[in-house]
């Protein structure tokens, strides 16, 4: 049987046949255990935040959620709709041994998904994970009367976490008018809300969530809105958060999209200059574009790069105290003030180094020239034969006529069965050309 919890909790259909009310229930009761016989709850009555999205199978996942708790004994503070980020940090702020998030990020509205979080507001490590999913069915000792926990809501959650967004910054926004798209999801109380209370002027969109249209057309992974409302509107820059705002894609007041990897760059240059860098080193993914890697090279910056998945880059993070890390998707990690990606922490730094500057964010994202990069899935061939030396050797040669002006990457889907071409090269012509090349030897070489 497949590994219950994936690189982001457990998620699926919401009430398909795994994530139920009932499974939500299950894992809640076996968190409680798993945490218990860890000794973490040692010497206090336990407790634990929850939260979630907007989306309408988010209000029977976290009732579940919560009863389950309450059932093994925990305390429960029912935070209702905050961002990821937010839910990370009150649990660290209102010093709750646990944190549960519902939601499914980006994915669209009928998915969902149930994350743990640890004390302090960091991911629970694989072995709890493990141990939790083991632990799921087996008898357990209930308790009764005055050791049943207590459900209980906390409205202050919004509030608390802007105040501490707000705080992060030097300074205000004043002048600065920003367009916000906020995906009709976590983020549309919250990250209007902190850009007002910074002195911006806030043109929200998106920002009224029904609860079945999350996503839908809409926030990070749909920027045709955004773009045309800043220039529209005439706004100084656009910020477009996902479903539950741990990631943030920018516009500029041209309309042109600013990625994850100008948004890292911009920030690395940012804390390098102000020696808040940590070991003047920057942590991103294998599939960061050409151009941010040669931009940090140039400034001195050391850019280490890790498997795709935010959660390696916040293992790598973690394990040489490094600051800053993110990805291409906008996902990034400021590790001075958060656990996690925070998507409205992202723009509003990335908002205060305009307003610093006096440059317009075109400007700034200019430090990272993209190359043209163009991804190739390959499907229906064996996966697990990508080191096959014939295709190895074809890599090199595309490598080797490249140079400095390019690069690939092949490797193989962790979630399909197909072998992903990226090529980056100084045109998108030149880049289609390797990547055809290549995929045809990958078919020829991995045919099933």
């Given at each position: ?7 982001d909790?457990v998620?699926g259909l ?5 994530l139920?009310a009932s ?5 809640s009761?076996?968190?409680a255990?798993?945490l218990a ?5 040692e010497g206090?009555r ?5 939260g979630?999205?907007p989306r ?5 996942l976290e ?8 059932s093994?004994?925990?305390?429960v503070l029912?935070?209702g709709?905050v961002p990821?980020p937010?839910?990370?940090y ?8 646990l944190g549960?998030?519902?939601?499914a990020?980006h994915?669209?509205?009928?998915d969902?998904?149930i994350k ?5 507001g960091?991911?629970?490590?694989d072995v709890l994970?493990?141990?939790i999913e083991q ?9 009764t009367?005055?050791?049943?926990g207590r459900i ?6 919004i509030d608390?976490y802007?105040d501490h967004l707000?705080?992060?910054?030097t300074?205000?926004l004043?002048?600065?008018?920003v367009?916000?798209?906020c995906?009709?999801?976590?983020a549309h109380e ?6 007002e ?7 929200a969109?998106n920002d ?6 999350i996503n ?7 920027l045709?809105?955004?773009r045309a409302?800043?220039?529209a509107?005439g706004?100084?820059?656009g910020f477009?958060?996902d479903g539950?705002?741990d990631?943030c894609?920018?516009?500029d007041?041209?309309g042109?999209?600013?990625d994850g990897?100008?948004i890292?760059?911009v920030?690395?240059?940012?804390l390098r200059d102000?020696g808040?860098l ?11 574009n ?5 931009a ?9 790069t890790?498997?795709v998945?935010?959660?390696y880059?916040?293992?790598d ?5 490094y600051?800053?890390g993110g990805?291409?998707?906008g ?5 001075e003030h ?7 922490l992202?723009?509003?730094q990335l ?5 610093v ?19 190739v899935n ?5 996966k ?16 080797s006529a490249?140079g400095?002006?390019g690069?690939?990457?092949l490797?193989?889907?962790g979630t399909e069965s197909?072998v ?6 100084p ?8 990547a055809e090349?290549?995929?045809a030897?990958?078919?020829?070489r991995?045919?099933?």
């Amino acid at each position: 049987m497949a590994r219950l919890f994936g690189t982001d909790g457990v998620r699926g259909l919401a009430n398909g046949e795994i994530l139920t009310a009932s499974l939500a229930l299950d894992l809640s009761v076996s968190a409680a255990q798993v945490l218990a016989d860890a000794g973490q709850f040692e010497g206090h009555r336990p407790r634990a935040v929850v939260g979630r999205d907007p989306r309408i199978s988010g209000q029977f996942l976290e009732a579940a959620v919560a009863s389950g708790l309450a059932s093994a004994g925990v305390d429960v503070l029912d935070l209702g709709i905050v961002p990821t980020p937010g839910i990370a940090y009150l649990t660290g702020a209102l010093d709750a041994d646990l944190g549960v998030v519902i939601t499914a990020s980006h994915n669209p509205m009928p998915d969902n998904g149930i994350k743990f979080l640890a004390r302090g507001g960091v991911k629970l490590d694989d072995v709890l994970e493990d141990a939790i999913e083991q632990r799921l069915g087996k008898p357990w000792t209930h308790p009764t009367g005055a050791e049943v926990g207590r459900i209980g809501f906390y409205h202050g959650g919004i509030d608390d976490y802007v105040d501490h967004l707000v705080a992060t910054l030097t300074g205000p926004l004043t002048g600065l008018t920003v367009v916000l798209d906020c995906a009709n999801g976590a983020a549309h109380e919250s990250a209007p809300l902190a850009f007002e209370r910074a002195g911006a002027t806030v043109i929200a969109i998106n920002d009224k969530p029904t609860g079945l249209d999350i996503n839908d057309g809409v926030g990070s992974t749909h920027l045709d809105g955004i773009r045309a409302a800043v220039v529209a509107h005439g706004a100084d820059a656009g910020f477009a958060f996902d479903g539950d705002a741990d990631r943030c894609l920018a516009v500029d007041a041209t309309g042109e999209v600013v990625d994850g990897d100008q948004i890292m760059g911009v920030l690395a240059l940012a804390l390098r200059d102000a020696g808040r860098l940590a070991s003047d080193t920057l942590v991103a993914t294998v599939m960061s574009n050409l151009g941010l890697h040669q931009a940090m090279r140039a400034a001195g910056i050391t850019l280490r790069t890790t498997a795709v998945g935010d959660r390696y880059v916040l293992e790598d993070m973690k394990a040489g105290g490094y600051s800053l890390g993110g990805e291409q998707s906008g996902h990034v990690i400021m590790s001075e003030h958060a656990t996690t990606g925070d998507g409205t922490l992202t723009a509003l730094q990335l908002a205060q180094q305009m307003v610093v500057t006096g440059r317009p964010l075109a400007e700034l994202a200019a430090v990272v020239t993209r190359f043209p990069q163009v991804l190739v899935n390959v499907g229906g061939v064996d996966k697990s034969r990508a080191d096959d030396p014939e295709l190895l050797a074809a890599v090199a040669a595309e490598e080797s006529a490249l140079g400095d002006s390019g690069r690939v990457l092949l490797r193989p889907s962790g979630t399909e069965s197909l072998v992903r071409v990226m090529v980056e090269a100084p045109t998108a012509d030149q880049a289609t050309a390797v990547a055809e090349r290549l995929a045809a030897v990958v078919r020829t070489r991995l045919a099933l």
